[in-house]
């Protein structure tokens, strides 16, 4: 039997992250004890053959051109600078092919080759936070979600920015050959945390400031390790080696967060399961209509 096809169209500049970190967790399914007839085969096309540039300075050699594709089952296109005009040729051959794909997935900006093909046109979709108004305000009929690491809607899910592709990927590969193959990959590549597509896309450690005092700096080190411990005020305030009173004013001045028992561990603690947004939308339809149109 053959080895299903995942097919990364490259053009320049490209994100490199976008088409190497997904590109990686397929590739890491065929070494499975088990799973290698199963495995994808990960191809790469630009439009003409010819090699490309991505927006770090790299240059990508595909595997191919477009045109020579053959079947495919699962398309992901990447994001990057590259896709704020995307070549007239990508977008068409995205719309000719991508409706014959068992699915179809884009990362980080990615999303808007799938918008000009008119493939998100009444779905939910997502990108990276930093573009998501623009995508939201060039296509009105996309209804676009800046809050998860990636969206699922029928065959197409789409991803926020850079290493969200990653997340993609072995939800994709955890679809093909179960979730023991998905940790085993994200294992491998050291990954810190496998996030579900609910995650958020800032981590509430990015979100907060790191105060300048090496106690409170310490302080903010240890709840984040220990989120079950006791985060009142007058127990982090002993830890630290100050007041309660002068704790929460240092601690709110430096941090941009109260240290009250419910801010401080909405801040610190990993989201509930149960407080995630639900970002699969059930479809009656297998695949993307035929008919979709190209955006001029």
């Known amino acids: 039997m053959d080895r299903p096809t995942v097919l990364f169209p490259l053009f320049d500049r490209v994100q490199s992250l976008d088409v190497t970190g997904p590109l990686e967790v397929f590739h890491g399914a065929a070494s499975i004890p088990g799973h ?9 096309a630009s439009p003409d053959g010819a090699p490309v540039r991505t927006d770090s300075g790299l240059t990508l050699l595909p595997d191919t051109a477009l045109d020579r594709v053959g079947a495919i089952d699962t398309l992901v296109v ?7 005009t995307p070549d007239p040729r990508l977008v068409t051959w995205v719309a000719e ?24 046109d009444g779905r939910r979709a997502t990108t990276h936070w930093d ?31 850079v290493t969200a592709g990653i997340d993609l990927a072995l939800a994709l590969v955890e679809d093909d050959l179960g979730a023991d193959a998905a ?13 579900p597509s609910g995650q958020a896309q800032f981590s509430t450690h990015l979100a907060t400031r790191t105060a300048r005092r090496p106690a409170l700096r310490d302080l903010q080190h240890w709840i984040a390790d220990n989120p079950a411990a ?9 830890r630290a080696g100050f007041s309660p009173r002068q704790f929460s004013r240092l601690f709110t001045a430096e941090v941009g967060t109260p240290p009250d028992d419910t801010s401080n561990a909405s801040a610190w603690r990993p989201p ?16 993307p209509a035929a008919s979709a149109p190209t955006r001029r």
């Open 36 to 44: 290698a007839h199963r495995a994808p085969r990960v191809v790469t």
């Open 78 to 84: 990447p994001g990057g600078p590259g896709t704020r």
């Open 97 to 120: 092919r991508a409706p014959h794909a068992r699915r179809v997935a884009s990362v980080c900006t990615g999303a808007f080759v799938l918008a000009e093909a008119g493939l998100l």
């Open 131 to 161: 573009h998501c108004a623009t995508l939201a305000r060039r296509f009105p009929d996309i209804t676009v979600d800046p809050d998860p690491i990636f969206v699922r809607d029928g065959p197409l899910t789409t991803s926020a920015g």
């Open 183 to 195: 940790l085993l990959i994200a294992r491998h590549l050291v990954m810190f945390l496998r996030r």
């Open 230 to 238: 006791d985060l009142s005020v007058p127990a982090l305030a002993e």
């Open 272 to 287: 509930a399961a149960s407080s995630r947004r639900a970002t699969t939308v059930s479809r009656p339809s297998p695949a």
